[in-house]
């Protein structure tokens, strides 16, 4: 089974601040991909990132950073200046690569992470 | 066409009635799912399809029953569904089963009263 661990419910920030949202994840695959998902209230999934397990390179784009460490399952996103716009629910999620293992093509949420950031 | 397109948007329907959820891709994308989103609640897998065979049921209900017609299209058809089904029902398409990129649809927000 594969678990994936947002701990913060909800963040509070005011605009221009940065912002780290944390994603611990379990698994017993050693080929997975990890995600990072946007949520407006209209209710869509926006795609952000995708990681697989082979590439702990961190990313940068514009305003968004990623930070892999396989060494303590983690992928934190940091949001640089955060805006209004950027208020959201943000998902972590994970879903495993090896063809019979038992999270292939399963993709498994974190509990996501309320970001709201008042002007 | 970079989109998955859910319809209807919302759906209120009676705990007898019998409905359908539709969803469309035109990606060429072979794999297609299911996801149940309750309020304040992270997506949870329903059904995987791949190349229209049921792939993966995640032991749901069977006044559930998900059809794929052509590569295309997944229907979910509800019948004699609870209040607690109400949720929002989110549709998404990979290119293949192997987890390429996962594009969503907007969902369809559905009401069982």
């Known amino acids: 089974a594969q678990k994936v661990t947002q701990a913060q419910t909800e963040i509070s920030v005011v605009e221009k601040e940065d912002v780290t949202l944390d994603c611990v994840y379990e698994?017993?695959?050693?080929?997975?991909?990890l995600f990072w998902y946007k949520q407006p209230p209209s209710g869509e999934l926006v795609f952000l990132i995708r990681?697989?397990?082979?590439?702990?390179q961190n990313e940068i784009s514009g305003r968004y950073s990623w930070n892999f460490q396989k060494s303590t399952s983690s992928f934190n996103f940091t949001i640089t200046a955060s805006q209004v716009v950027d208020s959201a629910v943000y998902f972590c999620?994970?879903?495993?690569?090896?063809?019979?293992?038992?999270?292939?093509?399963?993709?498994?949420f974190g509990q996501g992470t309320i970001l709201t950031v008042h002007p | 066409d970079t989109e998955v397109t859910q319809t209807p948007k919302h759906l209120v329907m009676g705990m007898t009635n019998k409905k359908s959820l539709k969803c469309e891709q035109h990606?060429?994308?072979?794999?297609m799912y299911w996801y149940k989103q309750k309020a304040k609640k992270p997506p949870e897998l329903m059904f995987v399809?791949?190349?229209?065979?049921?792939?993966i049921n995640e032991s749901v209900p069977s006044r559930f029953s998900p059809e794929c017609p052509n590569s295309s299209l997944l229907n979910l058809h509800l019948h004699a569904l609870q209040p607690e089904d109400s949720a929002l029902y989110l549709c998404?398409?990979?290119?293949?089963?192997?987890?390429?990129?996962?594009?969503f649809g907007s969902g369809t927000r559905l009401t069982v009263v």
């Open positions: 999620a994970l879903s495993g690569l090896r063809a019979g293992g038992t999270s292939y093509g399963k993709l498994t």
């Open positions: 399809y791949s190349y229209e065979k049921l792939s």
């Open positions: 698994t017993r695959d050693t080929t997975y991909y």
């Open positions: 990606m060429g994308h072979r794999a």
């Open positions: 998404a398409s990979s290119q293949a089963l192997a987890n390429y990129g996962y594009t």
């Open positions: 990681r697989n397990s082979f590439d702990e």
